[in-house]
């Protein structure tokens, strides 16, 4: 499995630990395929499914603690008091007005999709300790996808499709990769009592410089692959349902027709693109 993430996030002490002792039956469930499989299933026959989870950013009242502050040792110890231990420390930083959903202002749309509430609801009354937060019993509860939601996801390596290499500018890269999952019909399951925190730093010239230079690009090519990646999977990307089949599409004067699961040529019913 591989864990899809900027490198400006940390997760919480104990996920490592939780996906370790769970690796077979996390496995099973992403793919339907055991880590004691002699072979792979064949991917069109494997479940599809990856799993995400949260991630929350300080809010200014917790980072005006470490403005001003020139000693090494002592931002150190005002960072650690401020990193939640486990999630009810989450939950208590929250209500004091410390921690929030990352990009809350900026881009909560872009994360909101893995229902910050729900995962809150999961929690177990009763405080855990760091060391047992892997032995939370809610198991991963599903989302509904919607674009431009891009949360951080776990996924067998096996299994995922690959990014799409076009798209190598500033912008929408994980966005198109998570809406290419989707149209394919990957489901989304959020771990709960786990958690990514983001680490503050300053922000560097090149972001906007590259937002600014490529906007234009990104716009193009991100509504190029919605279209792309849509028909190829079946799916009407401007209205979100499913071809019916029986679809078809002209190409190079052979009929492509949708069955359903695939794209076939008419005549011969081998698979082919619709492109």
């Known amino acids: ?60 009242k917790a980072l005006d603690r470490l403005s001003g502050l020139n000693d090494a040792s002592a931002t150190t110890k005002v960072w650690e008091e401020l990193f939640p231990q486990n999630a009810t420390s989450v939950k208590n930083m929250k209500k004091e007005g410390l921690l929030r959903p990352i990009l809350f202002e900026e881009f909560f749309e872009g994360f ?7 995962w809150e609801r999961t929690i177990e009354d009763e405080v855990a300790s760091p060391s047992e937060d892997s032995s939370i019993s809610s198991g991963p509860y599903e989302i509904k996808y919607q674009w431009p939601c891009e949360p951080y996801v776990i996924a067998a390596t096996e299994d995922v499709p690959d990014f799409d290499e076009r798209f190598l500018y500033y912008g929408n890269d994980k966005a198109q990769f998570l809406l290419g999952l989707h149209y394919e019909g990957y489901s989304f399951r959020v771990i709960p009592a786990h958690f990514l925190v983001h680490v503050p730093h300053r922000e560097g010239e090149w972001k906007q410089q590259e ?23 079946g ?41």
């Not at 992403?30 to 072979?39: I, K, P, R, V």
């Not at 052979?254 to 040529?265: L, M, P």
């Open 235 to 275: 799916v009407n990307w401007r209205t979100g349902s499913r071809f019916p089949p029986g679809t078809y599409r002209i190409r190079d004067g052979k009929t492509i027709v949708w069955n359903g699961v695939k794209w076939q040529d008419k005549e011969t019913k081998e698979e082919v693109s619709p492109f």
């Open 1 to 60: 499995m591989v864990f899809m993430l900027d490198i400006d996030l940390i997760p919480n002490k104990g996920m490592y630990q939780y996906l370790k002792e769970r690796r077979q039956s996390h496995l099973v469930a992403l793919t339907g395929t055991s880590f004691n499989s002699s072979s792979l299933l064949p991917r069109s026959e494997r479940k599809k499914s990856v799993f995400t989870t949260v991630a929350w950013e300080h809010t200014r």
């Open 211 to 233: 937002r600014g230079e490529n906007s234009l690009k990104i716009a193009v090519l991100t509504e190029r692959f919605k279209f792309e990646s849509g028909t190829k999977s």
């Open 112 to 118: 909101s999709c893995v229902d910050f509430d729900r």
